[in-house]
């Protein structure tokens, strides 16, 4: 045999790299390896990167901070599957940290994670990517990206995959989907109802919780429950309810169940199928709080319909909410207050809560749950409004004390809703003094101080109601709550502005609350509101007029009106006519000013100047003299010009006389003046004025004495006047009779009848500028006047025939003119069958023929107007 060769190996072709089998301990050199363009090492190195980052979202962390990401992102559309698999796996894992999220967001990945549920992908890479996008999804902004890109309809298509968790994660990035309006919008369009329904057959019971989720926000839009209702899904809702192995997803069911009573056509489907009486069992019967606390709430979204509530009430659902008010748990008698609140539209059940629901809700008043207490003031104002019985039975279960503490909540719903409760039961008289009798003055000066516009105008409107008489006002004006009261009247918002309005005009019906308001800007803030087309309404118009009524002045300085309720007391001056938004000054200020050629400015006082109250009902006369009245108000002006305060205050000023009543209605001047005369003549007067005038002075300029109280300029003639009036006309049985004795004299007070043709000759512009010369001041009584023409003689006439009840009213005209409109009764008319006629409106004439009557819009009354 021969020897045998020994073959010799061939060397490996120099150009090729000799393998090499590495094994690396360090994730940073991993991640190096992301960049290789070897698919086995890319497979290998993605693989070992996911077991990495299942370990714990540190190791999440650390690939981020390494730079993982961004390569990862490439190998999404690699060629090869294995690789495309393992870096989809990764981004399944990676993707439920939040800055990864967030970066991938600023990578614009989602196009390249929808593709991968491509139908012709492995079911490995469905379920990655479908848990990467459920991942994505719970920011508003992924969502966004995902609804943009297309990944609705692959996600549906997903939900009838055979695998159980592309299923979990496909419904649950749906349901977060779903929030958005417009992604339900096109699930309905997509047809997205039927495979969710299919979802509840699932054996795994998260499946089934998200699917009753996804349905539960789905159902929100009438369309969704319409396709929920033909595809026979209240049968499977239904059927969950009733298999108690499935008592984990009831309170989902029920909360889509809710959704669907809202509509009509389902809530009769469900009354067919007997489930409303499975609603009604499971509220009262489960030992569950949170299916009671969602069944509540189910009743509560149907009983917004009409119909819905008619049959709740034919179901007896009021004895259901009365036994959940007594559950243990607080979100359940939220909820079972809340169901109470929507079934008081119907109301039979109003009637059925007045003595089994409105004594627990009482109870629920004083509880420490603010959110409790607010649901349980919110269904005592259903219950209240607009049912005097259920006001008495809030009442009668010793209900006005806890609901003056709901006053006080941090809720501004409890505390809006207890004011309403309160308005409701001051609306009745019995109820107003128990209402008055728990401070609630006090208790509403911090809601009309709320920065809540409903709180302000319940709390306004708690004030209108209660301050209906002049004790309760009394205690809101002690409160402090005219402030607040009047700070509202500057809001924006309409219904508390209104609402303000109201509570003013119901406090003005008081002199001193009314003098109050204005000393707070009330006049001013209405007059402004009042001057907007926009912000002003009648009930800023009546407040104004009520404030207006107790300041005659300013009314019929803008009105040029003051009707037979107005009474001109003491202290009344006509300034003439102001434009809207003008400010009149006060008469003290008037006083003041130098004699201009400006209009007189008229004035009615018949008390006298002293410095100091009287100390006996037997007062010191007011008759002076011409003479005397001129030096006395010459030296208050003088004495008073240091003073800083200014307005017409006087401490002697008596009570209002009655608006009515004719023996009842005349000054206590008269009566003064009356005991006056008889007891002393004409010089003994004097001499007694002159001690008096002499003894003033010292008072009121003398050194290291304290300043006195200003005055207005006493005027005797006028206290005269008043006098021979109440002596000589008041005693007149006939009203016509009264009415033209006091016509005619006025007259001639006033300087005597005028012909028509002679009025531009009777000089009593000189008269009248005498006057404000020898008084060194704009301002004139009344009585110092001997030639008036219209406004001076219709201003006196109103004044005396308020002194002695003789009802009428004053009336500004054009071009100087004023006149008195009386109403008397014409026998010769004949009125319907037992009713008697209307009283006729008639102009006194003071001018031309003093004591003529002219029926209001004849030719005499017109001429007489406007000759």
């Given at each position: 045999m021969g020897k045998k060769i020994k073959k010799e190996v061939e060397p490996p072709p120099k150009d090729v790299f000799d393998p090499l089998t590495i094994e690396s301990k360090n994730a940073a050199t991993v991640v190096l390896m992301l960049n290789s363009p070897e698919e086995e090492i890319l497979a290998k190195a993605c693989e070992a990167i996911y077991r990495f980052a299942?370990?714990?979202?540190?190791?999440?962390?650390?690939?981020?901070?390494?730079?993982?990401?961004?390569?990862?992102?490439?190998?999404?559309?690699?060629?090869?599957?294995?690789?495309?698999?393992n870096a989809t796996m990764i981004f399944g894992i990676l993707a439920s940290n939040n800055e990864v999220k967030k970066l991938l967001r600023e990578l614009d990945v989602m196009s390249s994670v929808i593709a991968q549920l491509a139908p012709e992908e492995e079911v490995v890479i469905h379920e990655f990517a479908s848990l990467c996008l459920a991942n994505m999804s719970a920011e508003y902004s992924s969502k966004a990206q995902i609804f943009a890109q297309g990944g609705l309809e692959p996600l549906i298509r997903l939900l009838s995959s055979p695998d159980p968790d592309v299923k979990k994660n496909s419904i649950e990035c749906i349901y977060n989907l779903a929030q958005d309006f417009q992604c339900r919008t096109t699930l309905q369009e997509l047809n997205a109802i039927p495979p969710i329904l299919d979802l509840l057959k699932s054996e795994f019971p998260v499946i089934q919780l998200l699917a009753l989720k996804t349905l539960g926000v789905v159902t929100n839009d009438k369309e969704a429950r319409a396709m929920l209702r033909d595809n026979q899904g209240l049968d499977h809702l239904i059927k969950i309810l009733e298999t108690k192995e499935l008592n984990d997803l009831h309170v989902e069911a029920l909360s889509v169940i809710a959704n669907c009573l809202e509509d009509m056509d389902t809530m009769v489907l469900i009354q067919q199928m007997g489930g409303l009486k499975k609603l009604l069992s499971f509220a009262e019967n489960?030992?569950?709080?949170?299916?009671?606390?969602?069944?509540?709430?189910?009743?509560?979204?149907?009983?917004?319909?009409?119909?819905?509530?008619?049959?709740?009430?034919?179901?007896?659902?009021?004895?259901?909410?009365?036994?959940?008010?007594?559950?243990?748990?607080?979100?359940?008698?939220?909820?079972?207050?809340?169901?109470?609140?929507?079934?008081?539209?119907?109301?039979?059940?109003?009637?059925?809560?007045?003595?089994?629901?409105?004594?627990?809700?009482?109870?629920?008043?004083?509880?420490?749950?603010?959110?409790?207490?607010?649901?349980?003031?919110?269904?005592?104002?259903?219950?209240?409004?607009?049912?005097?019985?259920?006001?008495?039975?809030?009442?009668?279960?010793?209900?006005?004390?806890?609901?003056?503490?709901?006053?006080?909540?941090?809720?501004?719903?409890?505390?809006?809703?207890?004011?309403?409760?309160?308005?409701?039961?001051?609306?009745?008289?019995?109820?107003?003094?128990?209402?008055?009798?728990?401070?609630?003055?006090?208790?509403?000066?911090?809601?009309?101080?709320?920065?809540?516009?409903v709180v302000q105008s319940r709390a306004a409107l708690a004030v209108a109601a209660t301050a209906c008489d002049?004790?309760?006002?009394?205690?809101?004006?002690?409160?402090?709550?005219?402030?607040?009261?009047?700070?509202?009247?500057?809001?924006?918002?309409?219904?508390?502005?209104?609402?303000?309005?109201?509570?003013?005009?119901?406090?003005?019906?008081?002199?001193?609350?009314?003098?109050?308001?204005?000393?707070?800007?009330?006049?001013?803030?209405?007059?402004?509101?009042?001057?907007?087309?926009?912000?002003?309404?009648?009930?800023?118009?009546?407040?104004?007029?009520?404030?207006?009524?107790?300041?005659?002045?300013?009314?019929?300085?803008?009105?040029?009106?003051?009707?037979?309720s107005n009474i001109i007391t003491d202290g009344f001056y006509d300034y003439g006519r102001i434009n809207p938004g003008t400010k009149l000054l006060p008469l003290k200020e008037l006083s003041f000013q130098e004699p201009s050629d400006l209009r007189a400015i008229l004035l009615i006082n018949s008390k006298s100047s002293d410095v100091s109250p009287p100390s006996s009902t037997?007062?010191?006369?007011?008759?002076?003299?011409?003479?005397?009245?001129?030096?006395?108000?010459?030296?208050?002006?003088?004495?008073?010009?240091?003073?800083?305060?200014?307005?017409?205050?006087?401490?002697?000023?008596?009570?209002?006389?009655?608006?009515?009543?004719?023996?009842?209605?005349?000054?206590?001047?008269?009566?003064?003046?009356?005991?006056?005369?008889?007891?002393?003549?004409?010089?003994?007067?004097?001499?007694?004025?002159?001690?008096?005038?002499?003894?003033?002075?010292?008072?009121?300029?003398?050194?290291?004495?304290?300043?006195?109280?200003w005055y207005p300029p006493p005027d005797s003639q006028f206290s005269l006047y008043v006098y021979e009036v109440t002596k000589a006309i008041l005693p007149l049985t006939n009203i016509k009779e009264q009415i033209v004795a006091l016509a005619k004299y006025v007259a001639e007070k006033m300087g005597g009848p005028i012909a028509k043709d002679k009025l531009q000759e009777f000089s009593w512009e000189l008269h009248i500028s005498e006057l404000k010369f020898q008084l060194k001041s704009n301002v004139v009584p009344i009585g110092q006047i001997k030639k008036g023409i219209f406004y001076h003689r219709a201003l006196l006439f109103k004044a005396l025939a308020d002194r002695i009840g003789v009802g009428c009213?004053?009336?500004?005209?054009?071009?100087?003119?004023?006149?008195?409109?009386?109403?008397?009764?014409?026998?010769?008319?004949?009125?319907?069958?037992?009713?008697?006629?209307?009283?006729?409106?008639?102009?006194?004439?003071?001018?031309?023929h003093p004591g003529d009557l002219l029926r209001l819009r004849s030719r005499e009354a017109d001429l007489y107007r406007f000759l």
């Open positions: 299942l370990k714990g979202e540190e190791n999440k962390a650390t690939l981020l901070e390494l730079g993982a990401v961004e390569p990862l992102t490439k190998l999404l559309t690699h060629e090869d599957k294995i690789v495309r698999r489960s030992t569950i709080p949170e299916i009671q606390k969602n069944a509540a709430k189910a009743i509560t979204k149907a009983a917004y319909d009409p119909e819905n509530r008619k049959l709740f009430h034919e179901q007896e659902v009021e004895k259901c909410l009365v036994t959940l008010l007594g559950s243990e748990n607080d979100g359940t008698k939220i909820a079972a207050s809340q169901a109470i609140s929507a079934m008081c539209e119907n109301s039979g059940s109003k009637d059925f809560f007045n003595t089994q629901g409105i004594p627990q809700l009482i109870q629920l008043l004083k509880s420490d749950n603010e959110e409790l207490r607010e649901a349980a003031a919110l269904a005592l104002a259903n219950l209240t409004t607009c049912n005097p019985a259920n006001a008495r039975a809030t009442a009668e279960a010793d209900g006005i004390g806890p609901l003056i503490s709901a006053l006080s909540s941090k809720r501004d719903g409890a505390v809006a809703n207890a004011a309403t409760v309160l308005t409701n039961m001051a609306t009745q008289e019995p109820l107003r003094g128990s209402v008055q009798g728990h401070e609630l003055p006090r208790a509403l000066l911090a809601p009309l101080r709320s920065a809540d516009a002049v004790g309760a006002r009394a205690e809101l004006r002690a409160a402090g709550a005219l402030e607040p009261l009047v700070d509202l009247l500057r809001s924006r918002n309409d219904e508390v502005r209104r609402h303000a309005s109201w509570a003013v005009t119901v406090c003005a019906s008081d002199e001193l609350m009314a003098t109050d308001l204005c000393r707070l800007g009330a006049l001013d803030i209405l007059e402004e509101i009042n001057l907007s087309v926009s912000r002003k309404n009648k009930y800023s118009e009546a407040a104004y007029n009520k404030l207006l009524n107790n300041n005659l002045s300013l009314k019929y300085s803008q009105t040029g009106y003051l009707s037979s037997e007062d010191k006369p007011s008759d002076t003299t011409y003479g005397r009245s001129i030096s006395s108000s010459s030296s208050l002006r003088r004495s008073s010009k240091e003073k800083t305060t200014t307005g017409f205050v006087s401490p002697t000023e008596e009570k209002s006389e009655p608006t009515s009543g004719r023996n009842t209605v005349f000054g206590k001047s008269a009566v003064k003046e009356k005991g006056l005369r008889k007891g002393r003549g004409k010089k003994e007067e004097e001499k007694v004025k002159e001690e008096e005038e002499v003894a003033l002075a010292p008072k009121i300029t003398g050194e290291g004495v304290p300043e006195k109280e009213s004053l009336v500004r005209g054009e071009y100087g003119r004023a006149w008195n409109e009386v109403k008397l009764m014409d026998k010769s008319r004949k009125g319907t069958i037992g009713c008697l006629p209307p009283p006729d409106t008639y102009i006194v004439d003071l001018m031309f």
